[in-house]
């Protein structure tokens, strides 16, 4: 573990006394074991520290390469629930945890390329080293889950509190009472609405109705 | 007759009664829309029944809020650039905006362009008792539906502030409020809208809330509303933002 002062801005640029400012916050930077650890467990601090360290980069290039800032950051998120899965599935990841995660959104993004769009290779060059020889892909419905789930996380409290409850196989009188709720038929009429909110949210994500086609 | 929706989740959960399923895939057969939500709904209960996968969704999105807010407020973000370098290019700006401002545009232009391009958007509710909405929203709805809009925002002034139903009713209250004119009471519902938390109604609202600025005369706060549009990939608005932005040059 490394332990450094730091501004909290670019993790890229080496910091020299005077570019130190007034008011730097304390930052301990994980190893890349730690990362994976942390992340393989779902820790918050690990996930925190992903997007400290490599958030940047990877959705400034998405962006070079002809992305917009919304693109690029569903990308980052869908690459590190993509990673998330892999090592719960129990994967052992050999490459650096940057590199793997770069891999997996340069494949994710290449996906969404429409035709008419351009790469630009001078950038992709740039970062060439960086590109796993058997990169991580994603089939069409393995992506249709990482929507689903993006799209639940942006939800009201509400909604999120009673389709998880749900989800989880509670039964509507179960639901009316860990939420208290007048009866049972309110649990599953709110249910159903917020299932119908989600599924009008997914419908109309750009990458759901591109992957329709 | 039960809302759409409840009809769809008695059928995916196995709960709809025998004889109203024959003729519900009868409709599946021949409607690819409804075909479409079934798949939808079937869907949603295969991916989160891996509550581990649910949990961290949850968590990487309070995370990028957290990462997000921590990068708004870092104090290290301008600091290489001097002060007044700031002030020059905050005070080019707002030279800029107050010539906007008072740039000659023609209100009948606006007010043509307006009749032309806007429709009030529909409301779909049924007239059933045994609708999933409570009684007034219900009621609300079909005001709006049989376009007595005051009557609609007075009913659907109590639920905007609903868990559930809130963002439906802020949604159709500013519509109402837009169909019968008043727009300096629609842009603040849907500017407050936009700015919160993810909604099914956001692509509309952009759509709408342009509209309004269109009418009000605010041409460069549309014109902004209608590039985010265009900016989003697949937007259900985006051949209207192109016709906007074509019809109000900079």
């Known amino acids: ?213 | 007759m039960t809302e759409l929706h409840e009809q769809i989740e008695q059928y995916v959960s196995g709960k709809m009664p025998a004889s109203e399923q024959e003729d519900f895939e009868s409709q599946l057969k021949v409607d690819p829309v409804l075909d479409e939500q079934v798949t939808l709904y079937r869907q949603a209960d295969d991916v989160f029944s891996n509550t581990a996968m649910t949990d961290f969704a949850l968590t990487l999105e309070d995370v990028k809020q957290e990462y997000k807010n921590r990068q708004q407020s870092s104090p290290g973000k301008n600091r290489q650039i001097p002060p007044f370098v700031w002030y020059g290019i905050a005070a080019s700006v707002l030279l800029f905006l107050i010539g906007l401002a008072f740039w000659p545009t023609s209100p009948t232009d606006s007010l043509a362009w307006d009749q032309e391009n806007y429709t009030p958007y529909p409301a779909q509710v049924q007239r059933n008792a045994d609708s999933n909405y409570p009684e007034p929203l219900r009621y609300a709805l079909i005001a709006y539906r049989e376009k007595q809009y005051n009557q609609a925002v007075l009913l659907l002034d109590p639920f905007t502030t609903d868990d559930y139903y809130g963002s439906l009713a802020s949604f159709y209250k500013a519509q109402a409020l837009m169909a019968s004119g008043e727009i300096q009471k629609a842009i603040p519902l849907w500017e407050t809208q936009l700015a919160g938390t993810e909604t099914a109604y956001r692509q509309s609202i952009q759509w709408y809330l342009a509209l309004c600025y269109i009418r009000n005369e605010e041409i460069p706060k549309a014109r902004t509303l209608a590039s985010e549009i265009l900016a989003t990939p697949a937007h259900a608005y985006e051949d209207s933002a192109k016709k906007l932005l074509n019809n109000f040059p900079s």
């Open chain 1, 1 to 213: 573990m490394l332990i450094l002062f730091r501004s909290n801005h670019s993790f890229d640029k080496e910091l020299s006394i005077g570019e130190i400012s007034y008011n730097f916050i304390p930052l301990i930077m994980w190893d890349d074991e730690q990362l994976k650890n942390g992340l393989r467990s779902g820790r918050r601090d690990a996930i925190l520290q992903i997007y400290e360290q490599y958030h940047r980069r990877i959705v400034s290039w998405i962006i070079r390469n002809s992305g917009s800032e919304p693109e690029a950051e569903d990308i980052f998120q869908d690459a590190l629930t993509t990673v998330y899965q892999k090592l719960q599935d129990g994967l052992k990841i050999d490459h650096q945890l940057y590199t793997y995660l770069f891999s997996i959104c340069r494949n994710l993004w290449l996906k969404r390329l429409r035709d008419d769009r351009v790469l630009r290779n001078g950038d992709d060059q740039e970062l060439h080293h960086l590109t796993l020889e058997d990169p991580v892909d994603l089939t069409d419905q393995q992506l249709k889950e990482q929507i689903f789930r993006r799209k639940f996380a942006q939800m009201g409290k509400s909604c999120q509190q009673i389709l998880k409850l749900a989800f989880s196989g509670k039964s509507p009188k179960e639901i009316a009472d860990l939420l208290s709720l007048k009866s049972e038929k309110q649990a599953t009429n709110r249910k159903s609405y917020c299932k119908q909110q989600l599924a009008k949210l997914v419908q109309n994500d750009p990458l759901y109705k591109e992957l329709k086609r």
